[in-house]
Every structure is written in C-alpha cells, then in structure tokens.
C-alpha cells in the first residue's frame, strides 16, 4: 500500500515568526549573515562560505557572467546556467575569473552606420548613455568614436543620422594603453575631466572603459566574495549526462564550485556523477546535488558525498512540474523535513551539509522564514532575472518595464539549448513557463533593501547570525483568515482617489 503523509504540505506564505526577546545588542549593524556553502566536519570551517545566504539560479534568464560578477559583489553566488555547451559555459566562467573591478567591456556595440535612432533604442534597453563605436561594431573592435547623450539633439536631429556624423571621434578622445592600472586610469579622468576612459591596445582595438563613477563604487563592495587571488567567486551548474567533459573545463577555467542541476535528484545518476568527479578531481572540487524535498532524498545524496543539497520541487514562480508531473511537496515543509535529516545526519557523523532551498521566494521575508527552518541560503530565479544584471531583454509593455523570465524546462531553453548542440532530442512536454516579470533596477539596491528586512526581522527574533536564528526561532502556521488579517484590510487605499 502507498505511504500517505499525516499532514498536508505546506509553503513560505502559510508561516510566521513569532518575535523573541531581543538585546540592546540586537541591532541591524550586528547582524552577521555569513553562511556555510559547502560541508565541514565539526569543529572545522567549511571550505567555502557565502557572505550572503543568497544564490543565483542555474537559469539561462538569471545566471550569466554579468550576474555573477554583480552577485559576488553583494558577498553572494552564482551558478552559471548548464544549458549551453561545456565551451560557452568554460567561457562565462574565463570572464568572471578574468574580471578586473572597474574595467567595464562595452554593452552596446555600435558601427558607425549605426543610426540616431536605434542609438537612442539601445540606450532604453541597456540604460547606458555612453557608447563605443567600433568598425565591426563587436566590444573589442577597431575603436572608431564614442558617443555620449551630450553629442545629439534629438529635437534638431534626424533618427536616420548615422553616429559617424556625430561621434567624438577617436582622433579627438583621450585614451589610454591597455596596460593602464586602475589607479592610473583614474588619475587621468580627473585631470581630464572625463566621464569615461577607454582603454586601447596597440592596433587601436577596444579592451576595457573606466567610468569615474565605478571608481567610486567599487569601495561600496565591503562583503564582495573573493578568492585568495581577489577574482570574484561563481558556481556552474552541470548536468548527470556530459559531466565528465564539462567538468574539466569548468574546473580549467577556475570555477569555485559546481551543482548537479536537476529537477529531481533523489536517483542513481546523481550518485554516479558525485562519485566521477570526487574520485577523479579530488574532494577539494566542491558540487552541491538536487534537488529532492524529503529526508530519505537528503540522506541518500548526503551519502552519496554531496557538498550541499538543494531542496525544491515544483515551488519555482515559472515552474509547472507539479502541474505537468504530479510530483512535488510544499516548500516548508519539504525544507523542515530535509533540515531535521540534517541535523540528525551531522549528530551522528560530525558532517555538517548545508542545505540550499531553492525556489518559490516572494516576499523578502521568505527568506528569513527559509533561514529560521533551516535552511543554509537560498537559491533564487525571478528574484534575480528583475534586475538590471540579468540577461535577459528589457522591454516596455502599457508603459510599464519588464524582463523576461522563463524557465529550464520551457521550450524556450530547450530550443536554445537544441539549436545550440544540433541535439536531437525533442522536448515532449513543457515543465516550465516563459514570462515576463516588473523590471527592478540595479541588483545592488535591491539586495540592499531585502538584507536589510532580514537583518531587522532577525533581530526580532533576537538572532544576531543565522545559526542562532534556527535556534532561536519559533514558527507558527497561520489561518488563512489570520493572512488576510496581515494585509491591509478594512480601509480604502488613498491611491484608489489620488489616481482618479
Ligand atoms: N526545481 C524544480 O522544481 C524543477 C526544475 N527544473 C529545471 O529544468 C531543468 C531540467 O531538469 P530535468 O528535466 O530534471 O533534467 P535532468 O537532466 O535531471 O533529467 C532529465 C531526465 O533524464 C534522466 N537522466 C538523467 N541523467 C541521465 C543519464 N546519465 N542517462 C540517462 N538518463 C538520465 C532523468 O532521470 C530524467 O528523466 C533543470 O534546469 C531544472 O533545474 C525543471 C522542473 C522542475
Ligand atoms: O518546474 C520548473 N520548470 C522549469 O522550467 C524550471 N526552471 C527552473 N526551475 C526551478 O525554479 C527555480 C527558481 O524559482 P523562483 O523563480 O521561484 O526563484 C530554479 O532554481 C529551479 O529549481 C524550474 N522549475
Ligand atoms: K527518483
């Protein structure tokens, strides 16, 4: 006979913090949210730890260099999407590793053709007002010109205008060599009184651009995480079939750590491929495994040498696998009842497995609630695929910006992925969606604003790190009257009057 559960399963919005007492040591200032990436034996440091409990999903609309070097920044990590070949992926990860802070390569790739008006289209989508023209209009062409919202007048001007008739031209910039250091770079904005610098190497090809305002930025990234040579840290994910051609080039081009990128991770393929890479590269190469959403899964890819398992079937804001498969469990529950095995796994080995929970974060204070059940970080899709960082396109729909978001399992990823490889195997059922989602702005700001709700609800609770919020923490499930009680209720927003 099938087992049943005793009790239904249930998601982030059905719970609650109940507050405990709280210290005048208790302040935002105090909180820490250092957090283990991978496993450790008591008494030691994992190998890897995160600055943020907060990690990019492995998602061709979330996870590219460009988020990653954003994330890092933050103290947190991405996985660079799997869907793509071992080569491009290897790739993605080159340029983290490669990334100097400061030096920016150009986004917007314009030819000298290039018109007023598709100039002026380019820069609502990137946002970006200063732009290198080259001759084959790729980022590290023959730099020709730069253009800057201060060379056009849009009300004077026709949009058929092409930017070689109103470019700074490169005999008239200010450039400097390749080889310029970041200090020497911003020596010479200032005296120049520049806005940006473009670096050339000797056949006059674009290389990098120093912007004045990133100098000042970048000594905003106090919690950035970063190796023991200062590149940024990033993830990849991989997959249970290439691995054993994928990896080594992940590993070649310096990743920090891989994952197992599954739907469904409670099988035998996982084991193999856990068991290939730690027997064949070593335990210092790190790989979480999942996803699975109960204790028996946990303990199995524990055992099976896991460095940290993820936990999330079907709770994704694109995913339809529930819908479509049948499978899955409410994401609290599913992460209780994962962090409890644990718990019980490190008091019985002295193994310590941090624990990812991944999908189906709404609200920033799903997070925390995540956090107080157990959870080591969490993963996040949508969260990540608003921002400015995320790949995907920005677009206008009603007057109102968007990015798009869709899902591994969405016959958009696959087509990509089968163009790609030339593969020949069909999708025969969609798992995930193709959306759009509200455009948010730049990743630093809003990661801000959600760490920031955490830290103050954290010190509700009393807690001044993650370990003693699960400690400390006390849960109650809510009625669903009791969540239209949290809402607003009972008044007529201004807004409904001010609008009219
Ligand atoms: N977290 C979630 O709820 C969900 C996530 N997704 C995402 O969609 C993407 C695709 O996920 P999946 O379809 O689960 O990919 P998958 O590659 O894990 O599994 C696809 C199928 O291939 C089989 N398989 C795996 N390795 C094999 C091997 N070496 N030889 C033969 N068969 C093998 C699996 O058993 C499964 O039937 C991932 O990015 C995943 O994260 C999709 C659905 C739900
Ligand atoms: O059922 C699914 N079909 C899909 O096509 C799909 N793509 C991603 N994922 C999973 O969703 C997670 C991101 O979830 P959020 O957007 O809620 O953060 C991701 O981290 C994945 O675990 C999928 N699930
Ligand atoms: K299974």
Same mark, same amino acid.
């Given at each position: 006979m099938a087992f049943y559960y005793k009790e239904p399963s249930h998601t982030f919005g059905e719970y609650l913090l109940v507050p405990g007492y709280s210290s005048d040591k208790c302040i935002p200032a105090n909180v820490s949210l250092k957090t283990p990436l991978t496993k450790f034996k008591k008494g030691e440091e994992p190998a890897l730890s995160l600055n943020i409990p907060m990690v990019s999903a492995i998602m061709q609309a979330v996870s590219d260099d460009r988020m990653a070097i954003a994330l890092a920044k933050e103290g947190g990590l991405s996985f660079l999407?799997?869907?793509?070949t071992p080569e491009q992926e290897a790739q993605m990860v080159k340029k983290v590793k490669s990334y100097k802070s400061g030096f920016v390569s150009s986004d917007?790739?314009?030819?000298?053709?290039?018109t007023l008006g598709e100039i002026l289209a380019l820069k609502e989508v990137t946002g970006h007002s200063t732009m290198a023209v080259t001759e084959d209009g790729t980022p590290t062409g023959k730099l020709l010109g730069i253009v800057t919202s201060r060379d056009y007048r849009v009300t004077r001007?026709?949009?058929?205008?092409?930017v070689s008739e109103f470019m700074t031209p490169f005999e008239k910039l200010v450039y400097a060599d390749a080889g310029t250091t970041l200090t020497e770079a911003n020596d010479i904005i200032w005296e120049s009184k520049l806005n940006m610098l473009p670096l050339v190497d000797k056949?006059?090809? =674009?290389?990098y651009m120093v912007f004045r305002k990133d100098y000042t930025e970048d000594k905003e990234f106090e919690n950035q995480l970063i190796d023991e040579n200062k590149r940024y840290r990033v993830g990849a994910g991989i997959n249970t079939r290439d691995y054993a051609e994928r990896v080594p080039l992940l590993l070649d081009a310096g990743v920090d750590a891989l994952c197992i990128d599954s739907s469904e991770g409670y099988s035998e393929w996982q084991r193999i491929t856990l068991d290939y890479i730690h027997k064949k590269f070593g335990p210092e190469v790190k790989v979480g495994a999942g996803n699975v959403v109960d204790r028996e899964g946990f303990l199995f890819l524990a055992k099976a040498g896991a460095d940290f398992v993820k936990v999330g079937i079907g709770g994704g804001s694109i995913c339809i696998t529930r819908e479509t498969k049948g499978i899955g469990r409410g994401q609290a529950t599913a992460l209780i009842d994962v962090c409890q095995a644990r718990d019980e796994y490190y008091k019985e080995t002295g193994i310590y497995v941090p624990v990812c929970s991944d999908g189906g974060i709404v609200h920033d204070y799903h997070i925390t609630l995540a956090l107080a059940m157990g959870a080591d970080f969490m993963m996040l899709g949508r969260y990540f695929s608003?921002?400015? &960082?995320?790949p995907t396109n920005k677009v206008k729909l009603n007057g109102t910006f968007y990015k798009e978001y869709w899902g591994e399992g969405s016959n958009r990823a696959r087509n990509w992925q089968r163009y790609d490889l030339?593969?020949?195997?069909? =999708?025969?059922? &969609?798992e995930g969606v193709d959306s759009y989602v509200p455009y948010a702005g730049p990743l630093h700001d809003n990661v801000g604003i959600t760490l920031s709700k955490v830290r103050s609800t954290m010190c509700n609770c009393g807690a001044l790190n993650i370990k003693e919020l699960q400690d400390k923490a006390k849960l109650t499930l809510v009625s669903s009257v009791s969540i239209v009680e949290g809402g607003s209720h009972d008044v007529i927003p201004r807004d409904q009057f001010t609008s009219r």
């Open positions: 999407y799997g869907s793509q917007s790739n314009i030819k000298p053709t290039t001007m026709s949009m058929d205008t092409p056949n006059q090809r =674009l290389m608003r921002f400015d &960082e995320s030339g593969g020949a195997s069909k =999708l025969s059922f &969609e």
